[in-house]
Antibody
Framework: QVQLVESGGGVVEPGRSLRLSCAAS????????MHWVRQAPGKGLEWVAI????????RYADSVKGRFTVSRDISKNTLYLEMDSLRAEDTAVYYC???????????WGQGTLVTVSS | DVVMTQSPLSLPVTLGQPASISCRSS???????????LNWFQQRPGQSPRRLIY???NRDSGVPDRFSGSGSGTDFTLKISRVEAEDVGVYYC??????????FGQGTKVEIK
């Protein structure tokens, strides 16, 4: 069955970097788009980024453009989110979610918490 | 960007009674392909979001038939015919017609009176 497991969250100082991972099973990453969506503590959902079938086709929210990079490793069937120049406002639970074109995000991971604090 | 506005933001409901959540978009969600990419998600306390409805009115596998979605253009509704205790949580609408970005409503918290 489809499963998404995020990892890599933790506490990081402002200005530093962190890489999140999302291990996929039950399907092949290259056959789907993959989102990153975040949720600040006690707040709503905010879309962050997507990588499409063509790994060079990536899109970002304005709030993270130029600082975050989404990528994938097909051999490991794993999605990544490289986060640079982190700010306090990036503090959130980060979810990966599978995108089925024409249908939208269907499966979501359990999330990983990133806390940006000195 | 398309702004999604939900109402109410808080919805106390009596068990067994119906509930209705409204979602309005700042622009039409009808895509050039004729489809309307409006989804509804449920997030129970401490859990990840779970999709309930896609393309306005299509229920996902395993979603109870007490959940239904309707609407068109810029005006959409999620209805729960008879609220059960397991329906407590926050409900979000999300548009996937005009992207990037994909945008969510603020969320509606459903609780039992």
């Amino acid at each position: 069955q489809v499963q998404l497991v995020e990892s890599g969250g933790g506490v990081v100082e402002p200005g530093r970097s962190l890489r999140l991972s999302c291990a996929a099973s039950g399907f092949t990453l290259s056959s789907y788009g993959m989102h990153w969506v975040r949720q600040a503590p006690g707040k709503g959902l905010e879309w962050v980024a997507i990588i499409w079938f063509d790994e060079n086709d990536t899109r970002y929210a304005d709030s993270v453009k130029g600082r975050f990079t989404v990528s994938r490793d097909i051999s490991k069937n794993t999605l990544y989110l490289e986060m640079d120049s982190l700010r306090a406002e990036d503090t959130a639970v980060y979810y990966c979610a599978r995108e089925v074109p024409g249908v939208g995000p269907d499966y979501w991971g359990q999330g990983t918490l990133v806390t940006v604090s000195s | 960007d398309v702004v999604m506005t939900q109402s109410p933001l808080s919805l106390p409901v009596t068990l067994g009674q119906p509930a209705s959540i409204s979602c309005r978009s700042s622009q039409s969600l009808v895509h050039s392909d004729g489809n309307t990419y409006l989804n509804w998600f449920q997030q129970r306390p401490g859990q990840s979001p779970r999709r309930l409805i896609y393309k306005v009115s299509n229920r996902d596998s395993g979603v109870p038939d007490r959940f239904s979605g309707s609407g068109s253009g810029t005006d959409f509704t999620l209805k729960i015919s008879r609220v059960e205790a397991e329906d407590v949580g926050v409900y979000y609408c999300m548009q996937g017609t005009q992207w990037p970005p994909w945008t969510f409503g603020q969320g509606t918290k459903v609780e039992i009176k």
